[in-house]
């Protein structure tokens, strides 16, 4: 159902509901939730730059990362909001070495998945930033949830979606019925629909990669992206480069205009040989959303990101992900 620019995302997530005659309004109450943790954040984020909330806080994560105190701030906000909604029965986080329960007596049938505030190194240089999600439902019975109910493949996804802090506040967001973004207008504090069933473009425009990881690449990755320099009229090659390394910002943009991202594995560190980008609640919900958008995401030795069945709750992938036929090649090439 393609509904008109404005409509606030209350509206769009209660008209999809309407669809499903036998729908709970559990996953509906659960992404309202979000939304209200979303925008605190982003009022937050925003403010940055004059409050005393911008630098580290002192502390590293399990990625071995300093955590920024607006990381932490991310974090909180998600987690004691969503701990009491009633609609989850475990989450974990990227700030969080295990799985995080929810409170006693509000378990509910969904899990979150999330990276509270990713590319945060970027907050103090004014770069965009960004909160990325994914909801499945659980697996478990009842209750508490467990690790059972989180390690689960992106393709059982029921939803996927990122919060991007940058000129504006932008919600983009799937329930598996087309990829939509909502704009937020901060006067009045609410999310309107501003890019209805976006389609990302069959090729890309742009090459996003870090370049400057070249010499640690594998040798047929090198060669790909070799190529991808090269002279080509009949495929407008080479690209021009865009990385801003904030990758909800760099998604974003090529899922508007066309591009292709890839943070493929590396040799430069031991501790991380299938890459730097974790499936669980950044390739995997990235996967769902270009996938609805018409685009693909694969690993760098062509598996399908969505096929993966994680095995650790920050389990790394290698990725490619964008326009379909860029990515159909990659496959073609490094498979
Ligand atoms: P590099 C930010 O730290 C992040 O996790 C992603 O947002 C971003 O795409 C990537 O790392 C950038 O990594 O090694 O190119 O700085």
Known sequence: MRRPLGVTVSRHIMDSQRLHPKATGDLSGLLNELIVAAKTIGAEVNMAGLADILGMSGKTNIQGEEVQKLDEFANRTII????????????????????????????????????PLDGSSNID?????????????????????????????????????????????MLVFTTGEGVHGFTLDPSVGEFYLSHADIKTPER???????????????????????????????????????????????FHRNLITGGLFAYPRDSRNPDQPHGKLRLLYEASPLAMLIEEAGGRAITDDGRNILDIEPEDLHQRVPLIIGSKADVDEAEEFLS
């Open 80 to 115: 004691n909001r969503m701990a009491r909604s009633g609609y989850l029965c475990v989450m974990t986080s990227e700030e969080e070495d295990d799985i995080i329960p929810v409170q006693d007596g509000y378990t509910g049938k969904y899990t979150l998945a999330f990276d």
């Open 125 to 169: 240089v004014n770069v965009s930033i960004g909160t990325i999600f994914s909801v499945h439902r659980r697996v478990t019975a009842s209750g508490q949830g467990d690790k059972r109910d989180i390690l689960q493949a992106g393709r059982k996804q029921v939803a996927a979606g990122y919060i991007l802090y940058g000129s504006s506040t």
């Open 204 to 250: 890309s425009k742009y090459l996003s990669i870090n370049a400057g990881n070249r010499p640690y690449w594998q040798q047929n990755v090198r060669d790909y992206f070799d190529l991808l320099g090269e002279y080509d009229p009949e495929k407008d090659r080479p690209y021009s480069t865009r990385y801003i390394g904030s990758l909800v910002a760099d």
